[in-house]
């Protein structure tokens, strides 16, 4: 499709059928966070992907997900499809971008490019974003980000600057996102349930009796 004098899509085909979606680019933000987070079930994820349709999409989860995920996806790969020779260009923009850890970044390269304030528009269509982040100056600190981190070091011949290129990739980084866990910490002598932990936790010294044993255990948790 040509944005220029086509409107951009409020739809998608889901379980075979036309229904109508909201596109405001926070909500595909909102999605993607949702979709990575481990505390929501999936039973409660298949209720909730339910507030991203304005029509009734029917009951097939994963016919539902797909049709969203092909419409966060779509914008690129309908300017690959025209274009034909971007594909790995475009295959590293969902690489390069945190859209939780760069968002700064995001807000003020608006801003300095566009002079909008994403924090107090009340509607931006999903594709529209996009766009307006591959358009950005090259100068920006959010393009600057995304640059350095499509970098392949291994490309690079001169050792000085490789090791300078390096150094930026490091304090740059994507953080890696740690999967939330809960467990049961168990008495080792009867294996009882004594308390809920979660991988964040550290605990020493600290000792709790056994209810059904009666043994003294030393609560040691190193994560």
Same mark, same amino acid.
């Given at each position: 499709?040509?944005?220029?004098?086509?409107?951009?899509?409020?739809?998608?085909?889901?379980?075979?059928?036309?229904?109508?979606?909201?596109?405001?680019?926070?909500?595909?933000?909102?999605?993607?966070?949702?979709?990575?987070?481990?505390?929501?079930?999936?039973?409660?994820?298949?209720?909730?992907?339910?507030?991203?349709?304005?029509?009734?999409?029917?009951?097939?989860?994963?016919?539902?997900?797909?049709?969203?995920?092909?419409?966060?996806?779509?914008?690129?790969?309908?300017?690959?499809?025209?274009?034909?020779?971007?594909?790995?260009?475009?295959?590293?923009?969902?690489?390069?971008?945190?859209?939780?850890?760069?968002?700064?970044?995001?807000?003020?390269?608006?801003?300095?490019?566009?002079?909008?304030?994403?924090?107090?528009?009340?509607?931006?269509?999903?594709?529209?974003?996009?766009?307006?982040?591959?358009?950005?100056?090259?100068?920006?600190?959010?393009?600057? %980000?995304?640059?350095? !981190?499509? /970098?392949?070091?291994?490309?690079? #011949?001169? *050792? &000085?600057? %490789?090791?300078?290129? !390096?150094? /930026?990739?490091?304090?740059?980084? #994507?953080? *890696? &996102?740690?999967?939330?866990?809960?467990?049961?910490?168990?008495?080792?002598?009867?294996?009882?349930?004594?308390?809920?932990?979660?991988?964040?936790?550290?605990?020493?010294?600290?000792?709790?009796?056994?209810?059904?044993?009666?043994?003294?255990?030393?609560?040691?948790?190193?994560?």
């Amino acid at each position: 499709m040509n944005p220029l004098y086509e409107p951009l899509p409020d739809y998608v085909i889901a379980n075979g059928k036309k229904v109508r979606i909201v596109t405001d680019f926070r909500e595909y933000i909102k999605l993607m966070d949702l979709l990575k987070d481990e505390e929501v079930g999936e039973a409660e994820k298949k209720q909730l992907l339910a507030c991203w349709f304005l029509d009734d999409p029917g009951p097939d989860f994963e016919g539902c997900l797909q049709a969203l995920t092909d419409f966060v996806i779509n914008y690129k790969e309908t300017k690959v499809s025209e274009e034909e020779d971007n594909n790995e260009e475009d295959t590293k923009h969902n690489q390069v971008i945190s859209y939780n850890q760069d968002a700064p970044y995001i807000i003020s390269g608006f801003l300095e490019c566009y002079g909008i304030d994403l924090t107090e528009i009340p509607y931006m269509h999903w594709w529209k974003f996009q766009m307006l982040i591959d358009g950005m100056n090259e100068d920006c600190e959010l393009k600057k %980000r995304m640059g350095y !981190r499509s /970098i392949d070091l291994n490309q690079i #011949k001169d *050792k &000085e600057e %490789r090791e300078r290129i !390096r150094k /930026i990739q490091k304090q740059i980084a #994507k953080i *890696k &996102e740690i999967p939330f866990e809960r467990k049961w910490y168990s008495c080792p002598h009867c294996g009882a349930h004594l308390l809920i932990y979660d991988n964040t936790a550290q605990s020493n010294n600290v000792f709790l009796k056994c209810k059904k044993c009666g043994n003294e255990v030393e609560i040691k948790i190193k994560n």
